[in-house]
């Protein structure tokens, strides 16, 4: 998509430093030359005024992006998601609407760069839900004012009817934003020689064991069987079904 508009180098092939620079270089645009080139695209699929639109505020991405940075993942990671979202803004921009583009291309972005969070965030799927989506970036704010005066059952209450969810879902959502993804091949001492996965206990019978209850299940069957030899076909029956 990024390469439809010419703008393919500045999606992750740059680093963080050198990108700054590379897109000051794009003059901010006046609102009516935004609308022009909007109009332009809209009316011609002008691909020149399309990447114009999106170059120009490539910067304002950058700034989205930094709201999102102490989530843990690469800047440029949410850059790059950003600059996606803007374009799909440029694709859905009705410039005869009367509004400016930063403010409906503000909404593409935060959507791209919100979903690229919650879908790294783990292996495991979280916030797949508008409840559980909406809890996910207001985690911080809910711990906050449940440390402020301790937690009780009427606090958890209040915040649920504050965001419109329920107590069960801030529970599952505190819980599951606690811990991140783990690998067990990473090593637990400074000597690498142990890792997580030497730790974990096999679950599985051993050969001795499995051979065992192997034997005492044939034993049983044999003795049920013999002794199916003195009912009735009555019994028989009630017996086999």
Known sequence: MGKAFGIEKYNGLLSGESYLREIKQFPLLTPEEEFKLAARYRKYNDREAAEELVT??????????????????????????????????????????????????????????????????????????????????????????????????????????????????????????????LSLDSPLDDDHELTHLDLLQESSLNQEESLALEEERKIRQQGVLSAMKYLNKKEEYVIKN
């Open 56 to 181: 120009s505020n490539l910067r304002f991405v950058v700034k989205v992006a930094f709201e999102y940075k102490t989530y843990g993942i690469k800047l440029l990671d949410l850059i790059q998601e950003g600059n996606i979202g803007l374009i799909m803004a440029v694709k859905k921009f009705d410039p005869y609407k009367g509004y400016r583009f930063i403010s409906y291309s503000v909404w593409w972005i935060r959507a791209y760069i919100q979903n690229f969070i919650v879908k790294s965030w783990s292996l495991v799927k979280i916030g797949t839900t508008q409840a559980q989506k909406k809890l996910f970036y207001k985690i911080g704010k809910v711990r906050r004012a449940l440390e402020a005066d301790g937690e009780s059952e009427a606090k958890y209450e209040h915040l649920a009817s504050d965001l419109d969810v329920t107590k069960a879902d801030i529970v599952e959502m505190e819980q599951r934003m606690a811990a991140r993804d």
